[in-house]
């Protein structure tokens, strides 16, 4: 039992738990079945409490029929001068249009944390807008320093495998822009940071299942982050939503259309913790219009696709860095790529259809340090694990797992090599038909 020893500790104690229950329920989570004058008591926030706007206050039904559109964009507003906070209570709201997050402003949903598709018992957005309508305007757009946090995002008029094409879900237009703790159920499109001139972008905890794009990354002029992001088709194929997951084939469906991270011009983005699993590709690196970027990404991942990495462009001073991350399962270094690209300690793992695990060609390096290598060359049709046709490559410390097969190929056009300190499992591990300026030693075969 607490106790209170003094008036002073027993005023201050009072006023914290009256801010705990503020903002997080009474019973530390909030809770679905509460009544609107709990809304209206919560909306009047104690001493000490961030100030936020209520919007069942602005007619918000949440019932999961009605268009709640122009009461959450009226509470959005309002929450310029007596937020920054718009608190939506737990509810299914319907949106048959857009929402405009204003700067400064936190579209604030009810979970003390991520909230779970399988488990939606806090805010949920019901996208019903905008189908058929990729280029139209995004489900929710957040302007400079805006936030948007701790809701459900789901689209219940989504099919498989006739996938219908939606806006963005989320946008990022400005600067400081922040998506946090968030599941998106079916988007077609994910997150957006890309199709507006934005700096500074942070995007933590989101969990979704996209079927075309999950985050586009340009036009971003200083150092955004990514932190735990997670796409698995289990936040669809296993929500307790309504309709209910379709059926079908999704990894089917994903592994011809979706691209995990589309990576464009950015300086300095940094990414940690994030995963995608059965994607055409991983993480596409390239000029989409405003010159490449360059990127460093950490314990990270890309599961089950034919292409976990494609680096068509990237800049020339600064490149893509992956360390301690995992691939299952190629890596693909393109033609007009100038930057380097480097790995340290990465794992790689092969699926039916792998045959080389790295393509590297022209005129960037490629640099891999410590990784290992296993599973290439499925079909049997005599695959090197590392094929080099251009620019330089420098493999050193690297352990290729698998017996009996050629290591690495290198190939006409490429300028230089050095393979050095790594472990094979053949004597014939390395098939030179370059003509380059290539050091080999220090190697093992057994």
Known sequence: MTRISSPLSRRRFMERSALATSLFGAAGLASPGHSDAADAAAAAA?????????????????????DDTRALQSALEAARKDGPICYVPPGL??????????????????????????????????????????????????????????????????????????????????ELCQIRDITLTNPYQALDLGSRWNELHLVRNVFACPLKIGVYIDQCTDIGRLENIH??????????????????????????NLVGFKIGKTDWEFI??????????????????????????????????????????????????FANAQFMSTLVVGPNNQGPVKLANCGFWGIPETREQVRHSGPGTLALTACHFNGWDQPGKGAPC????????????????????????????LVAA????????????????????????????R
């Open 272 to 321: 940690s913790n994030s995963f995608v699993i059965f994607p055409r590709i991983g993480f596409h690196f390239d000029d989409f219009g405003h010159g490449p970027g360059n990127a460093v990404i950490t314990q990270s991942g890309s599961d089950i696709g034919p292409v976990a990495v494609q680096v068509d462009r990237s800049q020339p001073h600064a490149g893509v860095q």
């Open 231 to 256: 796409f698995n088709p289990n936040f669809w194929t296993r929500m307790a939503l309504k309709p209910g997951f379709p059926g079908g084939n999704i990894k089917a469906y994903l592994e011809k």
């Open 46 to 66: 104690p001493a000490g409490a961030v100030p936020r706007v209520n919007a069942r206050q602005h007619g918000a039904k949440g019932d999961g029929q009605s």
């Open 93 to 174: 709201y319907r949106l048959a249009g857009a929402l405009t997050v204003p700067p400064g402003v936190t579209l604030c949903g009810a979970s003390g944390g991520v909230p779970h598709s399988e488990h939606p018992i806090g805010t949920v957005l019901l996208a019903v807008g905008g189908r058929g309508q990729a280029d139209g305007e995004p489900l929710i757009t957040l302007k400079p320093n805006a936030v948007a946090r701790n809701l459900i995002i789901h689209y219940p008029e989504q099919t498989l495998a006739e996938v219908a094409p939606y806006p963005w879900s989320i946008r990022a237009d400005g």
């Open 418 to 445: 050095t393979i050095f300190g790594c472990a094979f499992r053949g004597a014939a591990a390395v098939d030179d038909q370059s003509g380059a300026d290539v050091q080999i030693g220090l190697n093992t075969s």
């Open 386 to 413: 590392i094929r080099a046709a251009g620019g330089r490559l420098m493999v050193n410390g690297c352990e290729f797992m698998d017996g009996g097969k050629r290591a690495i190929v290198l190939e006409k056009g």
